[in-house]
């Protein structure tokens, strides 16, 4: 049923970095006043960022009349006199430079658009079981380009299913080729743009292309095929954005453009990790979604304790799809299990801050760190991970390699997806599910301490029940600081500590290290140095803080050699993570 709800785009003058936005409201209104709300954040992305911001050249009109739209609190516009009306329509236009997958951008050649910073929503003064109903959405753009969206319908004229759909139907509407494959009758689309207008080489995209297929296949191992026949991916290549932003049937994902450049293997491995992670977000976080999510309430903040599993889930599982698929070989998981590990072991955060309270407070810490945040503060995707890995690991030597976490998201989401008779979950629906897998019975508690306790898993432990153990990348000798540092023309900077970092109390991060025992110190050869056989000796280092010279005493202490890389082969428990599915 058509809501009467029709909301517009003209994205003709991209130079301007404007669109303009109008939205008509046929009648029947329920009072004399309209209201709209323009949405306060945007789903996946925890964090009021008032799109609002953007917004300029408010006007409204009364059955073709012009009509005042007053701005009513941070995110209303009020339209008074509307009772009798036939159709009520408010326009502005919308400033979108901002160059990230959650936000809008327009230039002369493409538009990324994104709902949420777009469109405002009735609020007042219609049936509010007219926005369950069919809206219609199109679009006015140069005639080159062509348009990736989720959304049905045709080039230009589309329509969202209800305000879930219609907040949720990005477009990518440029003049670059839609490259498409299939896979089990589900037509994958591939939409590309370039920030600088670069082109990618052909053969690093068709490279690309065929990881993307290995990944699709090995996630409809997994779930099964979807009944959903299209998904869009849309790949933004910039000089250094990175970022991806999930949504029911497509995807936005942005890397430096250098990852499609030869030479580059570590930004190549992270793309399509990126994309195997946007790409299960299909079926965890898109339809399988805690209750209180369901139906996304966008003027406030709204809670949830599970991003660990809905993010730390994630990055673990996309990842091991990545190396069940072949779309990354054993050794591409082994260097980004390093790269994971010297994140992880850097910091103590895990002793300060739960994975359920990092879940709750990503509002408040996630998106706004500073430079002591990882001290006290963790990341639920990176820490949830590797939490999500020791449970798989648990399961898995408990039923003897036959099940795996991955079965239990399965069994969650056939049984809890948005469309299901019981849609949502909590902890209760997760732990449930977990031990009634077979051999996991006594795992409820192992669950609720490694998400609700201030500790870090036992990460080595399953390692070596694995058939594998953690050492050194390599054994580093000489003494340690503990600090990282940038380097920007001959100034050396602290911006954070170590966990143990012998200058903790010493140097303050934003200081600069001017030199060591009287040396002059540019870069980091020249510190490591310059206290390479200090270890355990005083040693007086001369630093900047707020353009005034200090000098402090330090007592360097030798390199912890964190134990970040995997050795060994791995044992039959291990293959049951690491073998396709297919
Ligand atoms: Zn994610």
Known sequence: MNSGLHFHIDANDGASRRFTVTITVNGPFSGNILEFRFPRWVPGSYFIREPIQHLTDLSAT????????????VDGVRIQGVSSAKSVTISYRLLAIEMTCRANHIDETHLHMMPPYTWMIPSRGIEKNRLDQRHKVTLDKPKKWHTATQLPGKEGEWYAEGRDELLDGIMESNANEMHSFEVDGCIQYLKIWDSGGFESSLDRTKEFVSAMEKIVREHYALFGTPDWKEYFTILHLTEAGRGGLEHLRSQTSM???????????????????????????????????????????????????????????TSWLGDVICLRSGAWSEEDYRKDWTRKMKRHLQRNGMEHESLQESSHDAWIHLYCPNSYSREVHISYYLEGELAVFCLDVEIRKRSKGEFGLDDVLVRLYNKHHIDAEDPGINHADIKRELVNIPGARRLGSFLDELVSGRKSPLVEDAIKKLGMTMVPEKEEKGAWLGLNLSVNSGAVKVTSHHSNSPCRDFIHTGDEIIAVNNLRIRNVKELNAAIFDKIDNEIEITICRQAVLQRVAVKPISNPNYKVKLDGKGNKIWRSIADTKQ
Request: glycine residues 4%; proline residues 3%; hydrophobic residues 40%.
């Open 62 to 73: 009364i059955d073709g009349k012009s009509a005042t739209a007053k701005r009513i609190d």
């Open 255 to 313: 890397m430096p453009r250098r990852a499609l450049q030869d030479g580059n293997e570590d930004d190549w491995r992270d793309l399509i990790s990126l994309f195997s992670h946007e790409f299960l977000h299909q079926w965890n976080v898109k339809r399988l979604r805690p209750k209180n999510f369901l139906d996304y309430e966008l003027q406030k903040e709204v809670h949830s304790d599970l991003l660990w599993w809905f993010e730390g889930l």
